[in-house]
């Protein structure tokens, strides 16, 4: 027998319940979270008391950047390509995977800075060409807010019924429900253009994240260190970012259903199918890093050996490259290839969580040496391996506060607008009906054409 | 013109609603359903209407494009300089920015469309239900006069409606 379905008020009164309520623990947490984030500021205060000439003190504050911009803007894709294959599993993670999209705030801050610190396109190799006017700088930080804004845009359209029952059901309180809803009332042509707006957002956003990922790598990494060309580079980060992409889903799912109790919404399925898409993005981590090593490893030349060998891999940081790699691949195979495992909870968030300490060592490996690097980029080659440091303590604050920040910031997101998608989660209902077939019953699933 | 709303429980009872309203005399653009999720179009009979969405990104990403052209293309001929021997108007660097300029011109004029085509600034104080938000339906009857809201009247409430509302 399946379990039965919920109601639409049911699932209502659950959401509501928990978008409008309060608790000590939540307020403990932003005031947690925040404090930590003002110690981030503190060690960022630091490192601009050194100034901005010299690119090597901020290598860590560049990692923290791209694994945050690799993370907070991945996310939200993970709703959009379930909804282009008209799954119907999916409502109850849209909000943990588009809420991440408020991260994009705190990105934009922290690549501000960055646009000081990395010489324009006229002094390195890049794909500008020589370009006379505003390149690289220009031109990547309209990238980053054109992301950032395609972030949001797809985060408000989808919410839109919801910040609209929300400020129904607080009698016109809730603040940021009132400012955002407009007049939505769910008229029929109402929800025809927020479905197309959503497939024309999410469609955007995809294309915009992949090539915007490629250009900050081909600008803020593999440009500032001499003789390093590798056409496989801009396609590894891009892939790091789709595995952060389920890996974060994943695990915000994870906290959403165990400190708002949504055990009933938020089931294995979720966990599960997801958990399939993660596996194979791990795969192809694999993958993609192996044809890049493999290439240069065969080859030999030496301006691609002391980087993709020397300094990426199996040279001075060996010991960063093999908790990356294992991390990213190893474990999550090892675990995830055991059907018991993958279709449970705990397997996937373990694996989540593994991938997401993997691919934030991974932007170090990226980002530190790119940023320590103090030849110039115009050399034919990279004349010895870069050593990644210990990061310092002004390092070691600007990471956990900018890590602080982007959660303090998913978390009061997740309060305002319910951890769930209400209107999501009652259509799933609406077009669901658990019916007999022959002696078994089964969920039926319509799918309107 | 007043308006009548009733309020369903159920989506069965809606959609025979809707089928009563009709024989009555009313069109399938005469009254308006208000849900809390999306049903498949027509499930109520009703006419959802024409929207003009597509245009919008498309309209948006020809703009953006355009700009995006005009900036690579003008700069690259204001400073003629010869990069490697590639050519002036050297294909690569300037499709990253045409590429930028079309997505964020897709991007701006998407969000247009999506504010435009809902009507969100509505400013009319048109019928509504908070329980709508938990799953009722609100068949909302836009009549001419008021004979017409008060066939509008009996017929929801004849169909099963919990309450019948009326605005002038």
């Known amino acids: ?449 | 013109m007043p308006s009548v709303m009733g309020l369903f429980q159920s989506a069965d009872t809606a959609a025979a609603a809707a089928d009563r309203l009709q024989a009555s005399g009313f069109g399938p653009t005469d009254y308006e359903v208000l849900t809390g999720a999306p049903y498949p179009e027509g499930a109520f009979g009703e006419d959802s209407g024409d929207h003009r969405l597509f245009i919008f990104p498309l309209g948006g990403a020809m703009i953006g494009f355009a700009v995006g052209l005009m900036v690579t293309a003008g700069t690259q001929l204001s400073y003629p300089l010869v990069t490697a021997g590639k050519p002036i108007l050297g294909i690569p660097p300037m499709f990253i920015i045409m590429y930028e300029g079309t997505m964020l011109g897709a991007l701006i004029f998407t969000i247009m469309g999506v504010i435009f085509e809902s009507r969100l600034p509505n400013l009319t104080n048109d019928l509504y239900d908070a329980r709508i938000t938990e799953g009722y339906i609100g068949l909302v009857v836009r009549c001419e006069d008021n004979t017409q809201a008060e066939t509008a009247q009996t017929t929801l409430a004849e169909a099963g409606a919990e309450e019948v509302k009326q605005q002038d």
């Open chain 1, 1 to 449: 027998m399946l379990e039965p379905l919920p109601t639409p008020a049911e699932i209502a009164r659950d959401t509501f319940s928990r978008a409008l309520g309060s608790s000590n623990a939540y307020r403990l947490t932003l005031l947690v979270l925040f404090v930590l984030f003002v110690g981030g500021v503190v060690g960022f205060a630091i490192r601009l008391g050194s100034g901005l000439e010299d690119r090597g003190p901020w290598a860590y504050y560049a990692a923290v950047f791209g694994f945050l911009f690799t993370v907070g803007q991945a996310a939200p894709m993970v709703s959009f390509v379930p909804r282009l294959a008209r799954a119907r599993w999916h409502g109850s993670l849209v909000r943990a995977s588009q809420v991440v999209a408020v991260a994009g705030l705190l990105n934009v801050l922290l690549f501000l800075p960055l646009i000081w610190l990395v010489p324009s396109s006229a002094v390195r190799t890049t794909i500008w060409f020589d370009w006379p006017w505003g390149a690289p700088h220009f031109y990547d930080t309209i990238f980053v807010l054109m992301l950032v804004v395609n972030g949001f845009a797809f985060l408000w359209v989808q919410a839109l019924p919801d910040l609209a029952s929300l400020r129904v059901q607080s009698g016109g309180t809730h603040r940021v429900a009132r400012l955002l809803s407009g007049s939505f009332i769910g008229t029929p042509k109402q929800w025809k253009v927020q479905r197309i707006g959503l497939a024309v957002l999410g469609g955007c956003y995809v294309m915009n994240f992949i090539f915007v990922q490629s250009i900050i790598s081909l600008d803020y990494v593999m440009t500032l260190i001499p003789g390093w060309k590798s056409s496989m580079f801009p396609a590894f980060y891009s892939i790091n970012g789709l595995l952060a992409a389920t890996a974060m889903t994943i695990v915000v799912m994870a906290v959403i259903r165990r400190f708002y109790g949504l055990q009933a919404y938020i089931t294995v399925d979720q966990f599960w199918n997801v958990a399939k898409i993660m596996l194979a993005l791990n795969l192809a981590w694999a993958y993609h890093w192996w044809s890049d090593f493999l290439t240069s490893w065969y080859g030999r030349v030496p301006r691609e050996t002391v980087v993709i060998i020397g300094t990426r891999s199996f040279g001075e940081n060996t010991w960063l490259f093999v908790a990356a790699f294992v991390c990213c691949f190893v474990l999550p195979l090892l675990i995830l290839m055991w059907n018991p495992w993958r279709k449970s909870v705990a397997g996937p968030t373990v694996v989540a969580v593994l991938s997401l300490i993997g691919i934030f060592i991974q932007r170090i490996i990226d980002y530190v040496p790119a940023f320590l690097n103090t030849q110039d980029p115009l050399d034919h080659e990279l004349h010895e391996a870069i050593a990644i440091p210990w990061p310092g303590l002004p390092d070691v604050l600007i990471i956990v506060g900018g890590l602080a920040g982007a959660v303090f910031l998913v978390t009061w997101a997740v309060k305002c607008l319910g951890p769930l998608s209400n209107w999501e989660m009652q259509e799933c209902v609406i077009l669901r009906r658990n019916e007999k077939f022959l002696n078994a019953e089964v969920p039926y699933v319509i799918k309107p054409q």
